[in-house]
């Protein structure tokens, strides 16, 4: 190697050494963010009720305040939507199968189930307090739309219904009517006094999945104005660094700080930052396949997100068009095809003009007519359901063809006439290159101004 060769290496260590400790510096406590504190509320503490996409996200994003809980007299239910089955890697690691059957999977998800239990025990929840519906790992995205009445086979078990034994409801189908259905069951009976789950940007499809359900049925339910508590598990490099750092604040990935969350950090005391580690040792299946970043959630902060509904205006001439925006999207969060700034959505607007709605979605770069671009409805009318729809436009043709479409000044616009009586809407806008999903928006749910 060649004296300038040497020098070259040793320039791009350097260089990579200092973005990595400026990257990592900003989880440190000591840096200045701006990001509040919550304390602990027992009023809110009366009945908690945790949902988690799967077992072990209850106790990453809550084990410290579960332990609040406890501690002040109140009462913690644990919903968990599915038992984590469809893992491939985890039953390679932990049975040494590396071509596993539906038997295989079913046995993962039984253990995932201990280790629940166990660690939730030791945090201070009752058995009975703590709930399986045993739908399709990695398929709550599935249920959530395309299956919404359609059985989904599991990849794991290759069941349509679930074959858990201790399912919330026995041999339910893999729909999403009968998630819906399980979630406002829950819900009626336990009346909770703060309801925590999975952020909307949550990366992971079980995840921003379980996030739609839960917001769905409070909404419906007509509860939607209990105290909520988002929780992050998955993004893009966070949280950083990647192992047990105690000492540390689980500050919020920061392409989420300006995009529509209030965050807040959940102090922890030294003793419950101990437990909380303790408990997340005891998921000793995914410790194997993942023990540096869940040991990463055990820090001295646990990080909770606020997250409001929004406003449909109608049109007036006489706004600013950004006063129509109703979501921001993170910049560079495109889960493919990484550097196409025309596919990575950075902000939404949408209006009411008489009976046509219009939905116009902003990319990073100017949208091209090549790309699929698509907005997924769901209209209500008084709290209840009235119907779903799906627009796609992509080479100059739009689905369905009562719509229209458009781009201009490198804004994709999409109009179409409302055939419904509806006074507040689900929504969410995505990117595809092919068949490939590249990027959607967190849902969010805006009411109609009249």
Same mark, same amino acid.
């Given at each position: ?5 040497? /020098?070259?290496?040793? @320039? @791009? ?17 000591? &840096? ?23 077992? *072990? !996200? ?5 084990? =410290? ?5 406890? +501690?002040? =007299? ?10 984590? *089955? ?6 390679? %690691? ?31 929840? #009752? ?21 919404? %009445? ?8 290759? #069941? ?24 406002? $069951? ?19 499809? *079980? ?34 660094? @990647? ?25 922890? $005391? ?6 909380? =580690? ?29 997250? $409001?509904? =929004? ?11 950004? %006063?129509?925006?109703?979501?921001? !999207? ?41 790309? %699929? /671009? ?17 627009? &796609? ?33 689900? @929504? ?18 805006? +009411?109609?101004?009249?």
């Amino acid at each position: 190697m060649t004296r300038k060769v040497k /020098y070259a290496v040793i @320039l @791009l260590l350097v260089v990579f050494l200092l973005f990595t400790l400026i990257e990592i510096s900003g989880y440190y406590y000591g &840096k200045k963010r701006v990001v509040k504190k919550i304390y602990p509320i027992p009023s809110m503490y009366q009945r908690v009720l945790i949902i988690a996409p799967h077992p *072990d !996200d209850e106790t990453l994003a809550a084990g =410290g305040l579960i332990q609040d809980v406890v +501690k002040f =007299g109140g009462e913690v239910k644990v919903v968990v939507m599915t038992n984590g *089955d469809s893992f491939k890697r985890a039953v390679v %690691e932990n049975y040494g199968i590396f071509d596993p059957t539906p038997q295989d999977f079913l046995r993962l998800g039984y253990e995932r189930q201990k280790e629940t239990l166990s660690a939730l025990k030791y945090l201070g929840v #009752k058995k009975e307090n703590i709930i399986f519906l045993g739908y399709p790992d990695k398929g709550l995205a599935a249920l959530w739309w395309q299956n919404f %009445e359609k059985p989904l086979l599991s990849y794991g078990t290759k #069941k349509t219904c679930s074959p858990y034994v201790n399912s919330y409801s026995k041999c339910a189908k893999h729909i999403g009517k009968n998630v819906l259905k399980d979630l406002k $069951s829950i819900i009626e009976g336990y009346n909770p006094t703060l309801v925590v789950y999975p952020h909307p940007n949550e990366l992971h499809p *079980d995840h921003w999945a379980t996030n739609s359900f839960v917001k769905y049925t409070l909404y419906t339910l007509k509860k939607d104005q209990i105290p909520q508590f988002l929780y992050i598990v998955h993004r893009n490099d966070w949280p950083l660094p @990647l192992l047990k750092q105690p000492h540390l604040n689980l500050n919020p990935p920061p392409s989420l700080l300006k995009t529509g969350t209030e965050w807040h950090l959940y102090p922890l $005391s030294k003793e419950e930052v101990e437990k909380k =580690g303790k408990a997340i040792a005891m998921y000793k299946t995914q410790m194997k396949v993942m023990k540096d970043f869940l040991l990463a959630f055990d820090r001295k902060t646990e990080l909770y997100g606020f997250y $409001s509904n =929004g406003k449909l205006k109608k049109y007036n001439k006489n706004l600013n068009f950004e %006063e129509y925006k109703i979501i921001l !999207d993170p910049v560079k969060d495109n889960l493919r095809d990484y550097e196409n700034g025309s596919l990575d959505i950075i902000a939404v607007y949408g209006y009411m003009k008489d009976d046509v709605m219009t939905i116009a979605i902003k990319c990073r770069e100017k949208a091209r007519e090549e790309y %699929e /671009y698509s907005v997924n409805i769901i209209f209500f009318e008084d709290y209840k359901e009235v119907k779903r729809q799906s627009i &796609k436009f992509k080479n100059k043709k739009i689905f369905p063809l009562k719509a229209k479409g458009f781009i201009k000044n490198g804004i994709l616009y999409i109009s179409f006439p409302v055939d419904k009586e509806f006074d507040a809407i689900y @929504l969410s806008a995505s990117t595809f290159s092919g068949k490939k999903l590249v990027d959607k928006t967190a849902w969010k749910l805006l +009411k109609k101004i009249q």
